[in-house]
């Protein structure tokens, strides 16, 4: 019993009422059109009832444009308390019937609780009152019948509870046609999901940029700094030198920095670092002002390398050297970049430090995957590991067919 009552406590059941009687009335220009036209053409006041398809039809169309699903939607999230996300771009032209459907069903179901609903509660305020003044008469559609004694108050009751029950049975089938009708159909769960999707792989590409850049900078910054202030006091231009290096490398990471939050808080950022293969002798000189021994070795062209390709590549090299940087035992770092016709071949091998490495840096341990995952996107063989006696190699071959 109790449980029976509780869609008549919840505030939802009579804000779904609203939302009923409201779109009933919003409708009512629309049925002094069909009636008008109705009336026009038959020119008969009993040919009423013959303007009630035309309206249907007038009102399906109303529910044709995309903004009013979006009100509506809206509205179905505020007064039913329903999930209606909006509606997504891309919507699938067979789906065009949903929204003019749930207009239909609205305004029908708003004029039924209206004229259902206030007969009903009329009828259990008034039936009462009528009784104690003789007898009391009931009659609908040419059915009639009179009501005394206690019976007028058992037909009051029973009216305010049919009342109670339709007010419950309009705002659930609003709760109910809603999501099915507003909600996303499944073409747009489709082109939702597939842009969830995109937004992760571009959330991703940015964070394996934020990685190599911002790591880059701060690891080469933070030895270049440490030099200057050893060299402070017996070589002053050194240590200018040094603070020159971190000035630019920092700059070139807040260039980085910007775009890649730019894009985060998805407003217009400037335009994406195309950093590539052709910028590698600014990465060494960065990297010899930080005291780094780099002895690079290219072979081929490469300017040949474009797009997407030379610039994973710059990134792969710019993290194998911040590795061998931050890890490495400080000896010599070879580096090897050779461009052939058909593959490219990209290898940085340093002395393995017995400690934690050059100044104790700490590692995330995400780097050596993000560049795994890179390589393999571009159908490349990712090599990582000890290389002969007391060295680290990171080799990769990526195919050139996929510079474009």
Same mark, same amino acid.
């Given at each position: 019993?109790?449980?029976?009552?509780?869609?008549?406590?919840?505030?939802?059941?009579?804000?779904?009422?609203?939302?009923?009687?409201?779109?009933?009335?919003?409708?009512?220009?629309?049925?002094?059109?069909?009636?008008?036209?109705?009336?026009?053409?038959?020119?008969?006041?009993?040919?009423?009832?013959?303007?009630?398809?035309?309206?249907?039809?007038?009102?399906?169309?109303?529910?044709?444009?995309?903004?009013?699903?979006?009100?509506?939607?809206?509205?179905?999230?505020?007064?039913?308390?329903?999930?209606?996300?909006?509606?997504?771009?891309?919507?699938?032209?067979?789906?065009?019937?949903?929204?003019?459907?749930?207009?239909? $069903?609205?305004?029908?179901? &708003?004029?039924?609780?209206? !004229?259902? =609903?206030?007969?009903? #509660? +009329?009828? @259990?305020? %008034? /039936?009462?009152?009528?009784?104690?003044?003789?007898?009391?008469?009931?009659?609908?559609?040419?059915? $009639?019948?009179?009501?005394? &004694?206690?019976?007028?108050? !058992?037909? =009051?009751?029973?009216? #305010? +509870?049919? @009342?109670? %029950? /339709?007010?419950?049975?309009?705002?659930?089938?609003?709760?109910?046609?809603?999501?099915?009708?507003?909600?996303?159909?499944?073409?747009?769960?489709?082109?939702?999901?597939?842009?969830?999707?995109? #937004?992760?792989?571009?959330?991703?590409?940015?964070?394996?940029?934020?990685?190599?850049?911002?790591?880059?900078?701060?690891?080469?910054?933070?030895?270049?700094?440490?030099?200057?202030?050893?060299?402070?006091?017996?070589?002053?231009?050194?240590?200018?030198?040094?603070?020159?290096?971190?000035?630019?490398?920092?700059?070139?990471?807040?260039?980085?920095?910007?775009?890649?939050?730019?894009?985060?808080?998805?407003?217009?950022?400037?335009?994406?670092?195309?950093?590539?293969?052709?910028?590698?002798?600014?990465?060494?000189?960065?990297?010899?002002?930080?005291?780094?021994?780099?002895?690079?070795?290219?072979?081929?062209?490469?300017?040949?390398?474009?797009?997407?390709?030379?610039?994973?590549?710059?990134?792969?090299?710019?993290?194998?050297?911040?590795?061998?940087?931050?890890?490495?035992?400080?000896?010599?770092?070879?580096?090897?970049?050779?461009?052939?016709?058909?593959?490219?071949?990209?290898?940085?091998?340093?002395?393995?430090?017995?400690?934690?490495?050059?100044?104790?840096?700490?590692?995330?341990?995400?780097?050596?995957?993000?560049?795994?995952?890179?390589?393999?996107?571009?159908?490349?063989?990712?090599?990582?590991?000890?290389?002969?006696?007391?060295?680290?190699?990171?080799?990769?071959?990526?195919?050139?067919?996929?510079?474009?």
């Amino acid at each position: 019993m109790i449980k029976g009552l509780k869609p008549l406590l919840r505030g939802s059941t009579y804000t779904g009422v609203l939302f009923a009687v409201v779109g009933a009335v919003a409708a009512l220009p629309v049925a002094m059109v069909a009636l008008g036209v109705t009336l026009g053409l038959s020119g008969r006041p009993d040919s009423v009832w013959v303007a009630l398809p035309l309206w249907a039809v007038l009102l399906g169309l109303c529910g044709l444009p995309r903004l009013v699903r979006r009100v509506l939607a809206a509205g179905a999230r505020r007064t039913l308390g329903v999930a209606v996300p909006a509606p997504v771009k891309g919507a699938a032209a067979a789906e065009w019937w949903r929204t003019p459907a749930f207009v239909v $069903a609205h305004v029908a179901l &708003g004029w039924t609780v209206l !004229i259902g =609903g206030s007969t009903l #509660l +009329v009828t @259990a305020v %008034a /039936l009462p009152g009528r009784w104690a003044e003789g007898t009391a008469r009931v009659s609908l559609l040419g059915w $009639a019948t009179d009501v005394t &004694g206690v019976w007028a108050w !058992i037909v =009051g009751v029973l009216a #305010l +509870v049919l @009342a109670a %029950a /339709l007010f419950v049975a309009v705002s659930g089938a609003l709760r109910w046609l809603a999501p099915r009708l507003l909600g996303p159909s499944p073409a747009e769960r489709l082109a939702m999901a597939a842009e969830r999707e995109r #937004l992760l792989a571009e959330r991703n590409r940015l964070a394996h940029e934020l990685h190599d850049s911002i790591g880059h900078t701060l690891t080469a910054a933070t030895i270049q700094a440490a030099v200057a202030g050893e060299v402070l006091a017996d070589d002053p231009v050194a240590a200018r030198a040094a603070m020159r290096s971190i000035e630019e490398s920092t700059r070139a990471a807040l260039e980085d920095l910007d775009y890649v939050l730019g894009a985060l808080r998805e407003e217009q950022s400037g335009t994406a670092p195309t950093r590539t293969l052709t910028d590698l002798p600014e990465l060494i000189d960065r990297l010899r002002h930080a005291g780094a021994v780099v002895a690079p070795r290219t072979t081929g062209d490469l300017a040949q390398v474009q797009g997407t390709l030379s610039r994973a590549a710059y990134r792969i090299v710019q993290e194998g050297l911040t590795n061998a940087l931050r890890h490495g035992s400080g000896g010599t770092i070879e580096l090897r970049v050779a461009a052939g016709a058909d593959e490219l071949e990209l290898s940085v091998v340093n002395g393995v430090a017995d400690g934690a490495g050059a100044g104790g840096f700490p590692t995330s341990g995400h780097g050596l995957p993000g560049l795994a995952e890179r390589v393999r996107l571009l159908h490349g063989e990712f090599e990582a590991g000890p290389y002969g006696e007391g060295q680290w190699r990171l080799a990769v071959r990526l195919p050139m067919r996929w510079s474009a």
